[in-house]
């Protein structure tokens, strides 16, 4: 067994806490995975494992993973994660090479316009596999697939679920075009028809921010815009939950009787 490190300033874990930020995850091709759940679902991803942090090694390596368990302290595991109490394991992994996204005609997909919260992008990711999308799809600002909110908030579903972005709008629109999708935009607007009345066998709906909602960019590019009928107060949806409603009505809509 190796020697348990308990320095926060030892040369490793320097290096391996870099991974917590954007910057360090790019320059380094490596990223950061907390707890055996999001370690077992990396493996079975075919990811690269480069190494293993535990409090209770014997407990680690009792799970047969691949690579020596190095035994850290817990002001070391404290340290290497994004969460006030650390699940005991932490690993270090490649980053995948990159496989752009193709289209496909008659897919369902899922676009996320300039989505901020990390939290949400994890939890539309994790429905998405649910209800068996061919892909999300992001627009304008780009998003950390490999940060640790975006993991903890998938529960590993980032490391499976097809995905592409695209830098405007316009970008988005050919792509649509050349595979023969429409595009349907979520939206509270006095264009959109409700969501039952929507034919969503299929295509691109798009979700906008937590904030501003959809641009109006994109709202202009959009073949059909579509509301979420609510009762009651409510005036609108977290972007999370109306994406999974949304995620929902294609599922239904294109499985089988």
Known sequence: MEERITSTR?????????LLSPKGRR????FL??????VGEALRAGLRLTALYARDPGQAEAKGLPLPVTP??????????DTV????VVAVAELPEDRPLALCPGGAYLLLE???????????????EAFDLDGVLFCGDRVDLFSPKVLRGSMGS???VQTAHYDTPQQLRQAADAAGLPLWGAALSDRAIPLTQASLAGGIVAV???GAGLSEALLALCDQLVVIPMAGMTESLSAATAAAILMWELWARRRPD
């Open 208 to 210: 906008g921010n937590e």
């Open 33 to 38: 995975l907390e707890g055996e759940r999001l």
């Open 114 to 128: 300039n989505l901020q919260n990390a939290g949400n992008v994890g939890n539309v990711l994790r429905t998405a």
């Open 10 to 18: 030892n040369r490793q874990v320097v290096e391996a806490a870099k």
């Open 27 to 30: 320059e380094q091709g490596r």
């Open 72 to 81: 850290v302290s817990d002001e070391v595991l404290q340290r290497l994660c």
């Open 85 to 88: 109490t650390p699940q005991g």
């Open 158 to 160: 980032s490391l499976r």
